[in-house]
């Protein structure tokens, strides 16, 4: 009998190495060309690898959880013929039948030479979007069951609104989002952004005697070390930031839900600070930047198209997607690309191409109830912009001191790229949209 051996493949992305998440099969299992063998985490991306053979499972060469260099063997698959004389071996109603070695004492693969020898049939290939899963009484697929023990939600508690009873992601969200209120009844001022917060699961607790930790920095979190290092270390970083009363974009947020147009999208005011940042470029096109170390000297290069990247804190760790061509899309547009960018973060597929190319990003620090901050620079952009808590504050109009709704925008950029006056001339464009958004009619 052959033996086929499958290796990690580089999936196309550069690609040195890969942790195991989850084996889709066991030994024994018959499976086909283009089933789902194993679930990958790569340094960008939750990479679902099929298989090029058909034939049975033999060894797990690779845990889950390890990680495993390209090229490296992960698992064995004998040959079709293995896989038939399993169904052979079945009585006509399906049940497993004894199986006789014979004199050489040859066995089927990770099976022993003595005693019985069963199999799994093969279930009929399924996408990962129907693919789900069955546990003491809980229906929900992978990605969902992994997103609720990263949020340190009890499935059993959550009540489902899928089809045949499903526990779906928005489930999961909103048991999380409901208890993070819970916890916060306590500050009525995030109610206005507390629809935007993206809830984080606390650690597992210690052992009792464990006086510290090492946690091994891998996937998404290694990728984003050496990039921040790379960033710090190679872009001079200028940093500013100003107070905006963001009462009318408040307002506008407002009408834009009650708006039938809307009604299918969600509108929060990340929509009008992405708007903002893209009209703002416009008008200074030197933060849209990058610059390029070529073999005839250092150039910059300016983009006339933004590719507005938003970082996400999911499961994986931090992530920046970026909306292709994000200057084209009108209001309505935008809030569904936004939607969808935040949605796929968050269940965590995120493609590299979806976190490549971008030219500036936006960190939307306010949905952790931050006031400002000052981001560090994601490679090859000049500029990434942050937007703070909304708050009512007192705030002087006309004289007087009256409630206002108040945010910080800052942002760090490039000094090689722009300079300060650039810089404030950028940072203050968003403010003024903020204060103003009737200026996304010019």
Do not use: C
């Not at 293995?82 to 040859?106: F, W, Y």
């Not at 760790?317 to 994000?326: F, H, Q, S, T």
């Not at 937007?387 to 009256?402: C, F, N, S, Y």
Request: proline share 7%; charged share 25%.
């Amino acid at each position: 009998m052959s033996t086929q051996t499958f290796v990690l493949p580089d999936v196309g992305e550069g690609l040195t190495e890969a942790e195991i998440v989850s084996w889709r099969v066991a030994p024994g299992d018959t499976v086909a060309v283009n089933d789902v063998l194993v679930e990958i985490e790569t340094a960008k991306s939750l990479v679902e690898l099929p298989s090029p053979f058909a034939g049975v499972v033999g060894d797990l060469l690779a845990e889950e959880g390890a990680t495993v260099e390209v090229g490296a063997a992960i698992i064995t698959i004998a040959d079709a013929a293995a896989a038939a004389s399993v169904t052979l071996g079945r009585s006509e109603h399906g049940a497993p039948a004894p199986a006789e070695p014979d004199e050489a004492g040859s066995v089927l693969v990770g099976y022993g030479t003595g005693g019985q020898v069963t199999s799994r049939r093969r279930k009929p290939p399924v996408t990962p979007e129907q693919r789900v899963e069955s546990s003491v009484g809980v229906v929900a697929k992978p990605p969902i069951r992994k997103l609720a023990r990263d949020l340190g939600v009890d499935l059993k508690d959550v009540t489902p609104s899928g089809p045949a009873g499903e526990v779906t992601r928005d489930d999961v969200m909103r048991h999380a989002s409901q208890a993070s209120v819970f916890r916060n009844l306590a500050t009525p001022e995030w109610s206005a952004v507390r629809e935007e917060t993206i809830p984080v699961a606390a650690p597992p607790a210690p052992p009792a005697d464990a006086r510290e930790e090492t946690i091994a920095v891998k996937g998404v979190r290694k990728a984003t070390a050496n990039a921040m290092i790379s960033s710090a270390t190679t872009a001079p970083h200028v940093s500013v930031w100003v107070d905006v009363d963001a009462s009318r974009t408040m307002e506008l947020v407002k009408r834009l839900k009650a708006s039938p147009d809307f009604a299918d999208v969600k509108v929060s005011p990340l929509l009008i600070m992405a708007r903002a940042v893209i009209w703002a470029v416009r008008r200074t096109p030197m933060v849209n930047a990058a610059w390029v170390d070529g073999d005839e000297g250092a150039q910059i290069r300016v983009r006339h198209f933004v590719n507005l990247g938003i970082a996400a804190a999911t499961p994986r760790g931090l992530l920046v997607p970026n909306i292709k061509d994000a200057q084209d899309l009108n209001t309505r547009e935008l809030a569904r690309a936004l939607e969808k960018l935040t949605l796929t973060a968050r269940d965590g597929k995120t493609t590299p191409a979806d976190q490549s190319g971008g030219t500036i990003t936006i960190t939307n620090i306010g949905v952790f109830g931050v006031d400002a901050g000052t981001p560090i620079i994601n490679p090859g952009e000049a500029g990434i912009v942050a937007l703070g808590a909304i708050r009512q504050k007192p705030w002087v109009v006309d004289g007087e001191v009256r409630p206002r709704w108040v945010t910080t925008v800052s942002g760090s950029f490039d000094h090689r790229i722009v300079d300060g006056d650039g810089v404030s001339r950028f940072i203050a464009d968003i403010a003024s949209v903020l204060e103003e958004p009737a200026l996304l009619l010019d």
